[in-house]
């Protein structure tokens, strides 16, 4: 079970995931996340990753899917803070590279200032 709060800056928007992503919901994690990228005004999606529970290859590949889609249009992914098991799993899978990643809040308001508050 998972909860995904949004917060909206500018043209950025922080998704804060808190829970588990496991196999069993990955669909319910794919429509929500797909609900969030739809608005056109949204030129950049952050997922806050520091108070996820499991996630597994299933949940993995929801982000993937979605960076992908995000980058069709122009667009990027961004991971925020991932807990160590999440960053395990990224770097397990080999797609540690794949995502842009900052560490903390301040690190990712220097890269990406319109997320300041």
């Known amino acids: 079970m998972f909860d ?3 917060e909206l800056y500018n043209k950025i928007i922080i998704l804060r995931l808190t829970g588990d992503i496991l196999l ?3 669909v319910e ?3 929500q996340m797909e609900n969030h990228i739809a608005a056109p005004d949204i030129a950049q999606v952050v997922v806050d990753l520091s108070r996820a529970g499991q996630m597994d290859n299933a949940g993995l590949g929801v982000l993937v899917s979605i960076s992908t889609k995000l980058q069709g249009r122009g667009r990027r992914l961004i991971l925020l803070c991932p807990a160590p098991h999440v960053a395990q799993l990224l770097k397990d899978a080999e ?4 995502f842009p ?3 903390s809040e301040e690190e990712l308001k220097g890269y990406v200032p319109d997320a300041a508050e």
Do not use: I
């Open 101 to 103: 990643t900052y560490e």
């Open 4 to 6: 995904l709060q949004a």
């Open 95 to 98: 797609v540690e590279g794949f």
């Open 24 to 26: 069993a919901d990955v």
């Open 29 to 31: 994690f794919n429509q």
